[in-house]
Nanobody, 125 residues
Framework: QVQLVESGGGLVQPGGSLRLSCAAS????????MGWIRQAPGKEREFVAV?????????LYAESVKGRFTISRDNSENTVFLQMNSLKPEDTAVYYC?????????????????WGQGTQVTVAS
């Protein structure tokens, strides 16, 4: 019943940009912190960004993407976004949309309640 459906991934050259979207359904979207976690081939999962469920929509980013990526959400359409600029080859990974009632379940232990299927981002020349 719960679904997180990512879109917007693809191949981009270094220095380019992509905008990922995640459409959520099956739960009360506005009650959940929403975030992005990525996993590169052969590597452990890595926190990317999270936005709170609160009205202030506070944001937290991994140091490696700070200043380049921006997370946002639109509660009216149950969608979370990740704008990725100045992309680097090391950003190549599968990007997963995630949701949890507790923000730090996404940002720290990387154990969100809900996961999407992921969308591939490849940064290469």
């Amino acid at each position: 019943q719960v679904q997180l459906v990512e879109s917007g991934g693809g191949l981009v050259q270094p220095g380019g940009s992509l905008r990922l979207s995640c459409a959520a359904s099956g739960f009360t979207f506005s009650s959940y912190a929403m975030g992005w976690i990525r996993q590169a081939p052969g590597k452990e999962r890595e926190f990317v960004a999270v936005v709170s469920r609160n009205s202030g929509y506070s944001q937290l980013y991994a140091e490696s993407v700070k200043g380049r990526f921006t997370i946002s959400r639109d509660n009216s359409e149950n969608t979370v976004f990740l704008q990725m600029n100045s992309l680097k080859p090391e950003d190549t990974a599968v990007y997963y949309c995630t949701a949890d009632l507790v923000l730090h379940n996404i940002a720290e232990p990387l154990t969100p309640r809900y996961w999407g299927q992921g969308t591939q981002v490849t940064v290469a020349s």
